[in-house]
């Protein structure tokens, strides 16, 4: 590689002819579709930046070399703008002032995709902090605009809009002296500008500062609010979309300025809504959503409905776009295979062991992963249609009832259209005002369900789909109806569509039988066998993405079955994403075996499946590709809902395969929610079957020792609430492993914001290997006895709770020393049991009065003299203390 390295003199740098025509070589082999050229390019590109004034070049090429294609020289500063990502701090200052001089002289160039580049460029050099260090930039930018050149007036506005998206709180602070104060009056003159493109990205540029309430904005604010009503006719598409923008912002942040002029806007928002450009009305229809929000809708809105709900609900229909995207005339899919972006599963969240809370199910409102992605696909999907069922629904719960008028009308006339994609808009409305208007649409009920049953059976796999999710969302009113009369007809036709040839509507029933089945729990009782077997049916038929969401059916039938079985169900560990089959599990018992063995075995295959791909992987990543673990994430799962379900029972299906050994290989998987769902199936096979989980303890251990790494706040947890099961299940011969694991969960439990979860899950364990090693334990019991008992005191009783109090009084029976100072804090804890076993009780009681003895009456008269009222009177009504 010869790139010249200039000498520091005050020449301007000049590229060498050499390591120029290497660059460009470089350029035009990464536009090649061939993967090995790609990789080739990769491995020039590492090379290549060792030398500093490789970005030298690359900025040459996109600011300099007119000669060469466009594509070519954005390409150029897409690569340059991914080093000042990864590097910028080791640029040389020559190379870092060159390129930020460049890029200033060459915003006005005159194609509009290298001014694109070069914005996207000055905002990345901004984003690393280069804002305070870079004083030249804002002001010349902002004098650009004064340009007489479109061009140079374009390509600064396109940066301005960049950076302030990027940076919209660092522009209104004292560390850049507040340049808004300048900035927002000097974009507020380019509303009026002649050319569309720039009063677009003026009012862009404003709209950033709404939602913030930036002061110089809040100064200004009549004269945006005027500019933008002058705005509104705007003949250009772009425009009229950042208009509307900008009002939808302020009607959530100064509707006070908008109140006196909300006739007019809503009348305008209303022609909006209809306009041609979609983006435009979409960004419209936002306002419906939003307004439906603010105490004053109802007062502003009533008398527009007659205009709004017929504008709504043409909205719902699917454009042709829509119909071509979703493949709306191929009907059969289900033999296609995912594509890669199908497969993600949307639904399923890695198993999380969790406690009961007093006054609630185990609380899932606390989510365990910080990091919790949205779905990609989630925006992409947002379209006017959506949009404007969205409205409707949220307007059916402010209106109620009195939206029935201007829609009833219009509802006949769709449902029985000959028009397929009509029809389903008319379904989909149906189901949109559901919640909010379901008093007065129940006369129409009994007419309108058959029908809507039979659009389950409807040629169009588009219409089969919504009729699932509109019904699924009466589902409320059709269980409380004799069972005969809508209950069996929709339950025998959604259990078919389980069985749709369309992937699409395959998804739709699932979900839907889901909440179907939350609603209806006992009422299903009678078609038990009916659905299993068309449950376990569609689970050898299914593509990887529904065998997610039939997981997800299949827990919740467990759930609404199990449950009101009045079945021993193991209540104290729920899973959090309901992907047991355990309920089902224990409702049969002895029956659920036949479906349990495909299920296990098509779990157990894909996990053996996934490791073997990822080995092949590792080993060869050139030739293999690198599997996706979801679905060994997944099946990891669904085998601890078996185990659970099945106690056991399970024993004879661990025997026969080799679980045990691939339990161990996915314990030390790099990923960790992987790691997680194997803590929690090694737990619940623990509890299940331990004589087969027995010989692998002592490879185990160690494994479960380091991933009590509170970083990883799922994988921890579920790895010590494993430890806590193994530990009951080994008594004391417990002993050689405690020394393995101890210190870290005394760490753990002191640690400062540790979630709840994990607290409560550490101090259970804790209790737990004190009763089985007590000796091994309690030395340390001063160090966490504070915190362990705050962390269980709002746990309900159950097992859990019982093991790990005895483990604590047998601990305080060796070392009563380690509880003096906080015996306050375990006076409490005592009391937090509503009804403790008689045994435990009597623990409980001597250990109250052995310190109240020890102490003598009057000290103990002046330590509970300290007690808050209510423990004071638990405290002596149960234990005379």
């Known amino acids: 590689v010869t790139l010249c390295v200039c000498s520091p003199c005050r020449m301007e740098w000049q590229p060498d002819e050499q390591g120029l025509q290497q660059v460009l070589q470089l350029l035009k082999d990464s536009q090649s579709p061939n993967t090995a050229t790609q990789r080739a390019v990769q491995q020039k590109l590492e090379q290549l930046n060792q030398f500093p004034d490789f970005n030298n070049y690359l900025i040459f090429v996109l600011t300099r070399l007119k000669t060469e294609d466009e594509p070519t020289r954005s390409l150029s500063g897409l690569i340059l703008k991914n080093n000042v990502k990864a590097h910028y701090q080791n640029f040389p200052p020559a190379v870092a002032d060159f390129i930020k001089q460049e890029c200033l002289n060459n915003i006005g160039d005159p194609s509009p995709l290298i001014r694109a580049t070069i914005g996207i460029l000055i905002t990345t050099i901004t984003s690393k902090g280069e804002l305070q260090t870079w004083p030249e930039l ?45 900035m927002i009056p000097k974009f507020l003159q380019f509303f009026k500008h002649c050319s569309p493109k720039i009063r677009s990205h003026a009012i862009a540029c404003v709209n950033q500062f709404i939602i ?129 972006q199908d497969i993600k599963p949307r639904f399923h969240k890695s198993r999380t062991v969790t406690l009961q809370h007093e006054g609630g199910e185990g609380e899932e409102g606390e989510d365990i992963d910080e990091d919790d992605d949205d779905d990609d696909d989630t925006l992409s999907d947002w379209n006017l249609r959506k949009c404007s069922a969205a409205a409707l629904d949220v307007l059916a719960n402010v209106f109620r009832d009195e939206l029935l008028p201007h829609l009833l009308p219009l509802l006949k006339g769709l449902l029985f259209s000959p028009d397929w994609v009509t029809k389903e808009s008319g379904i989909l409305v149906l189901g949109a005002i559901a919640e909010g208007c379901m008093q007065g649409m129940v006369p129409y009920l009994p007419e309108l369900l058959p029908h809507l049953i039979a659009c389950l059976c409807d040629k169009k796999a588009l219409v089969r789909s919504i009729a699932c999710w509109t019904l699924s969302r009466y589902a409320h009113w059709v269980v409380s109806q004799p069972p005969d009369s809508h209950l069996k007809p929709l339950m025998t036709e959604l259990l078919k569509r389980i069985l749709d040839g369309n992937k699409r509507v395959q998804e739709a029933a699932c979900s839907a039988f889901a909440t179907l089945e939350e609603e209806a729990c006992t009422e299903l009782v009678p078609y038990l066998s009916f659905i299993l077997d068309t449950l376990v049916f569609a689970f050898g038929k299914y593509q990887h993405k529904n065998l997610l969401i039939l997981y997800d059916a299949i827990g919740t039938l ?105 339990l161990f290989q996915c314990m030390q998987d790099p990923m960790p929610e992987v790691r997680q769902s194997s803590f929690a199936l090694l737990g619940d096979l623990t509890k299940a079957c331990f004589p087969h989980v027995k010989p692998c303890i002592a490879e185990f251990m160690p494994i479960l020792g380091l991933n009590l790494n509170p970083e990883f706040i799922s994988v921890c947890n579920n790895a010590t609430w494993a430890i806590g099961e193994i530990a009951m299940q080994m008594g004391a011969d417990m002993q050689p492993y405690v020394g393995l694991v101890l210190n870290n969960l005394v760490e753990i439990i002191n640690r400062p914001n540790t979630p709840k979860t994990l607290l409560e899950n550490t101090a259970i364990t804790i209790g737990r290997l004190g009763y089985v090693c007590p000796q091994e334990v309690s030395p340390m019991l001063q160090q966490f006895i504070r915190p362990w008992c705050t962390s269980l005191r709002n746990i309900r009783d159950n097992e859990e709770k019982d093991s790990a109090f005895r483990g604590i009084c047998m601990m305080i029976g060796v070392n009563p020393a380690g509880v003096v100072q906080d015996f306050i804090f375990f006076c409490d804890a005592v009391a937090s049991w509503v009804s403790p076993k008689d045994d435990l009780r009597d623990m409980f009681y001597k250990i109250l009065h052995g310190f109240k003895d020890q102490v003598g009456e009057e000290n103990w008269q002046q330590f509970s003299e300290q007690f808050p009222p209510l423990l004071k009177e638990r405290l002596s009504a149960c234990y005379g203390v």
């Open 558 to 662: 467990a759930d609404s079955v199990g449950h009101h079985l009045n079945q021993p169900v193991s209540l104290d560990l729920h899973l959090v994403s309901k992907l047991c089959l355990s309920s089902v599990a224990t409702a049969l018992q002895s029956g659920f075996l036949p479906y349990c063995e495909p299920v296990y075995q098509r779990c157990v295959t894909l996990v053996q499946k996934t490791l073997a791909q990822a080995m092949m992987y590792n080993q060869h990543p050139d030739q293999y590709e690198a599997p996706d673990k979801d679905f060994m994430i997944v099946a990891l799962d669904l085998l601890s809902g078996l185990a659970e379900g099945l106690g056991g029972s399970v024993d004879q299906l661990v025997a026969r395969s080799n679980i045990m050994t691939l």
């Open 138 to 182: 804002l002001p010349q930018l902002c004098n650009l605009l004064n340009s007489e050149d479109y061009n140079t007036c374009e390509g600064s506005f396109g940066a301005l809009q960049k950076i302030c998206e990027d940076s919209s709180e660092l522009l209104e602070s004292d560390a850049l002296n507040r340049p808004l104060n300048i």
């Open 212 to 340: 913030g309430r930036a002061q110089a904005l809040m100064d200004n604010i009549d004269t945006f609010i005027e500019s933008l009503f002058a705005l509104a006719t705007d003949e250009d598409s772009e425009v009229r979309k950042n208009v509307c923008r900008a009002l939808v912002m302020l009607l959530e942040v100064r509707i006070d300025r908008l109140i006196p002029h909300m006739h007019s806007i809503i009348q305008y928002m209303l022609q909006r809504t209809q306009d041609p450009d979609e983006n435009v009305s979409l960004e419209a229809c936002e306002f419906w959503l939003t307004l439906a929000e603010q105490p004053i809708c109802k007062e502003v809105l009533s008398g527009h409905l007659v205009q709004l709900i017929p504008i709504l609900v043409n909205g719902m229909k699917y454009s042709e776009i829509d119909i071509i995207l979703l493949k709306g005339d191929v009907e059969e899919d289900e033999a296609v295979p995912d594509s890669e």
